[in-house]
Every structure is written in structure tokens, then in C-alpha cells.
């Protein structure tokens, strides 16, 4: 399943109602927080496993917590 959001998609994500968490989220290498321009307040924790964003093959280095509604199913 793919996932959009501000334009950047991602092929990996947890969204909390299917896992019970607070907020939906993915993992992201620093990288792509650069290349994409994603805020560092978005930023949560230390990433696990291999960044989210579609076509990056880097480790994660955080998670990226979305806002409500922020990030969409396509």
C-alpha cells in the first residue's frame, strides 16, 4: 500500500487504527528529512528498519508522526 503526503509518498507506514497508536507515523532516514524538507518538530525517536519514504533503500535514523488526516491512503 502506498501513502501520500505534501507530496512526498511513502511505502511504508503504521496508521493508528489499525495498531492502537497515537499518531499514524513511518520511519525516515536524515537524507530524506533534507531532500524532502520535513520539519525536525515532526521527528520523533530513533527509526527503526529502512526509511518509509518510496524508493530509499537508506537505515531509518526517526520516526515521522502525521497529523490527523495528514497522511493519505492512494
Given at each position: ?44 525517536g530513533i527509526g527503526s528498519e529502512?526509511?518509509?519514504v518510496k524508493g530509499c533503500t ?17
Amino acid at each position: 500500500m502506498l501513502y501520500k503526503c505534501k507530496g512526498i509518498i511513502f511505502d511504508d507506514a503504521v496508521l493508528k487504527k489499525e495498531s492502537g497508536d497515537v499518531n499514524d507515523y513511518t520511519s525516515v532516514c536524515i537524507p530524506c528529512v533534507r531532500k524532502h524538507k520535513i520539519s525536525w518538530s515532526k521527528l520523533d525517536g530513533i527509526g527503526s528498519e529502512y526509511c518509509g519514504v518510496k524508493g530509499c533503500t537508506n537505515r531509518a535514523n526517526y520516526y515521522l508522526d502525521f497529523e490527523d488526516g495528514e497522511l493519505e491512503v492512494i
